[in-house]
Every structure is written in structure tokens, then in C-alpha cells.
């Protein structure tokens, strides 16, 4: 697809450009105005967090401990938002497999 240029349009050629491209469909993560089931399954019970001794990484006793959390990435950040907030520099959250598309080449 090639690039257009819009320094020659006018006002009323670019208002009807932005309607155009307001109206396409949206890529990317784009969120729905319904409440997923998860989120309301947080409001009546809070998640709880079970550490896994048997699979610990501990490999510098004198630097802060890393957690990975498996689980839905919802109650998770629920949790950490209580139990860890102010604390953690990074998270990584990957993205559930209902979320990822796949592309078939045919």
C-alpha cells in the first residue's frame, strides 16, 4: 500500500480522510465495553497466590528474590496489586493464547 501525502488536501479532504480511517477495523489489543467473566469473579472472591518451593530460583541469596506466577494474568496483577504494590520494578505478562491470532500460510 503506498503512502499518501496529505500536504496538498484541504481541510475538508482530511476531515473526511480521519471519518474514513475512524471507521476501519482496529488491530492490535482493542478492549470491549463488556466486563469479562474474570473480572467479576475477582469482585466476590480474591485470588490466592501458592508458592511452589520445588520450583524456586534462588540463585543469589544476598539479591532481591524474582516470582514467576503462573496463573491468569488478571488475578495475578489482582493480587500483586495488594500484596506487592509500591515493590516490583518489572512485570512481564504473557499474553493468554485467546488473545494471539494465528496466521496459516496455505
Known sequence: MAKKDY?????KD????????RKRKKYGIVW???????AELCREKLPVLEEDKAKG???YKEKPTNLIIEGDNYHS???LNYTH???ID???????????KRLEVQ
Open 7 to 11: 500536504t496538498s488536501w484541504d481541510k
Open 14 to 21: 482530511l476531515i473526511k480522510e480521519i471519518e474514513t480511517l
Open 32 to 38: 470491549e465495553d463488556k466486563p469479562e467473566e474474570v
Open 57 to 59: 530460583i534462588n540463585a
Open 77 to 79: 496483577l489482582s493480587v
Open 85 to 87: 504494590a509500591g515493590k
Open 90 to 100: 518489572v512485570i512481564y505478562v504473557d499474553p493468554p493464547q485467546h488473545w494471539c
